[in-house]
Nanobody, 124 residues
Framework: HLQLVESGGGLVQPGGSLRLSCAAS????????IAWFRQAPGKEQEGVSC????????NLLDSVKGRFSVSRDNAKNLTYLQMDRLTPEDTGVYYC?????????????????WGQGTQVTVSS
């Protein structure tokens, strides 16, 4: 399994931006779809985005479309989640996850490798 490490979280005011990074090691990065999930306090984990192995397909949660974008750099084993126009509802722990091949659907059971998460807090 890939090992994944997220970074880039923090405290930001509503309307602000953050860019999360997910660094992968220990496997064939370009054989994996990479997704971002988040979990807010007291809520179930939800899928935010997924990017396919060669970046030809991306999925985004409806509530973040137009505000978030996902990209990856296979040469550097990195995946990014650019988050703009953040709202307090975006607060949570953000996790990246890896799926070997597959369809890049935002369901947790498709993903075998997970990072430890990074906290994003949107508050004034």
């Amino acid at each position: 399994h890939l090992q994944l490490v997220e970074s880039g979280g923090g405290l930001v005011q509503p309307g602000g931006s953050l860019r999360l990074s997910c660094a992968a090691s220990g496997g064939l990065f370009d054989a994996h779809n990479i997704a971002w999930f988040r979990q807010a306090p007291g809520k179930e984990q939800e899928g935010v985005s997924c990017i396919s192995r060669n970046s030809d397909r991306t999925n985004l949660l409806d509530s973040v479309k137009g505000r978030f974008s996902v990209s990856r750099d296979n040469a550097k084993n990195l995946t990014y989640l650019q988050m703009d126009r953040l709202t307090p509802e975006d607060t949570g722990v953000y996790y990246c996850a890896a799926q070997l091949f597959g369809q890049c659907k935002l369901a947790t059971h498709h993903f075998a490798s997970w990072g430890q998460g990074t906290q994003v807090t949107v508050s004034s």
